[in-house]
């Protein structure tokens, strides 16, 4: 239990920043599975990942991510985070979970799907699902209901299997106390802070610095390094040159009627007898019987709405059963099929779908109408250009490789055909050059890129590529003379360090020798300061986020004030004592205690499925390609 607590004390601020990132995980699919080797990211137990899969979730996951930093995200801190690998064990956490789901044969069913989907809020008006809400939310996201379906289809699927993966796990209110307890515990410290910035007159020897790096040659080694020229070709260079005639205008309009119909929508009203998917006979006959009596009601003339209100068990009951106005899409097949078979005004026999049995009343139909060729001409002459220009960038793209092909250098071709040629600097394949859209599949294609050859036209997402190398440089160990002055800072640094180390030991030896806090602080001219109080979670006052440091405060008492050694932070070394302690009281657990059961029960699911991934994958064949990010 302890470590439990102590594995999640320390993991405070990556659920902070990668909370949102599961719902990346565990809500959107990533698209195709299939695609051509060469594109291929990883394999896991034959199953493939292609670059666009890759592409696509490292791309959402920046954008989860970027909702907690806003603009302090760079491409730095996404590099701290790993992103990149965050992206990838994810797309392999997905498969395996989605495998597994398959044998042990998990199935969602479209009951299931349904009551999913009209659960979501945000396809709700006032608490209801609202069909147009539903279509809007999806067409505003470049959804189409099939694959927002098949994609909550799939959600549901790996939410069966982490129930039946973490089922089991149960948190009893001893453990719940204990953890309270545990965490809300807060203490508040005496500290002494030695910085190296204390010591600034410390300098080195030549001779000092020479044997300083023959020791450590091995940390100063550089990467494999590449500089490349390449050529870009985007498409908006040759949006001027991506004349679009009236007749191509004309035969696209012909072409492609659905893009210019609005398609026929109806308003409707209706009255739900539900029936469940494993009824009987008996109880669907029922039921049905229920709705031919209401049927009988509303023909007789009786009030549509004020029926639905009174007998309808729908979700729009209290709008008298009213739906608004939909396109076909957006009901189910039986319930569409027949509501847009109706006029206005009529009112339907039952029918019968997944969800019980309907009567319809049609209180309008709104028929299909096209958008006239003159309205969509522009919007069409937009579209055909930015296709254009994407063409003829392409086609000029492979008059370069042709003529690189025959022997030319891609030089000689940029200069004769007036194309700007970018030379990078060295870069590594952790650290791809900047000014390029998909910075790793850039680096990957130069590091596979054979000497001497130009690269197949590359599509990065920005524009086409033409890669050639202009030199290599192999890992190596540097003289010390290129790289001098690192090397006389870090020993610099670590001299400063170590006289920062030896006052703070001598500093903790005068308390623990019983001297007062004052008293030992005046030797070197310090003045203790106080943290307040603070909980192991959180970052300590006027220190920061010093885990060694929170986890030792918390082995302190009054009787054993002082820790057995001093703590190097991220900014210098630390002697602390201990000065008060609170104890959260029962009536506060009492209060809290149904939420802290719910939270640990997260985290130990959280455990469970976790642990259950690793077992899978250690258990798996997993093969990622070189130059990606491996789990």
Known sequence: MLSLMRKHATSWLIKIILGAIVVVFVLWGVGSWTSQRSNMVATVNGEMITADDYRVAYKRLIEQVRQNFGNSLND????????????LNQLIDKILMRQAASKLELRVSDQELVQSIRSISAFQNAGVFDPRRYQGVLNSNDLTPEAFEMSQKDALLLEKLNNLITGSVKVSDHEAMTWYMWNEAMVNLDFFLLEADRYPDISVTAEETQTYFESRKESYKTEPALKVRYVKFEPKTWVSQAEIADDEIQAYYDDHPDEFQEAKTVEARHILIEVDQEADTDAVAAAKKRIEDVLQKARAGEDFAELAKQYSEGPSKDKGGYLGTFKREAMVKPFADKAFSMKSGEISDPVKTQFGWHLIKVENVNEATTTPLADAKNDIRKKLADERAKQLAYDAAESVFDAAFEGRSLEEIAADEQLTVHTTDFFTRQEPPKGVSDKAGFAKAA??????????????????YLLETVAKQAAR???????????????????????????AEALLSALKDGGTIEAAGKKFDLTPKSTGFFKRNDPIPNIGLERELSRAAFELSEKNSLPQEVFQGAKGFYVIKFKQRKTPAMEEFEKEKDNVKERLLQQKRSETLRAWLEQKKNSSE?????GYSES
């Open 477 to 503: 160990i540097p003289e010390l003379a290129e790289v001098e002055e690192k090397v006389k800072a870090d020993l610099i640094n670590e001299k400063k360090n170590e006289k920062a180390k030896t006052d």
């Open 622 to 626: 997993i093969i990622v390609e070189s």
């Open 447 to 464: 590091f596979d890129l054979p000497e001497d050859q130009v690269s197949e036209i590359l599509d990065l997402g920005d524009g086409y």
């Open 76 to 87: 730095e801190l996404i590099k701290t985070l790993q992103l990149d690998k965050q992206a």
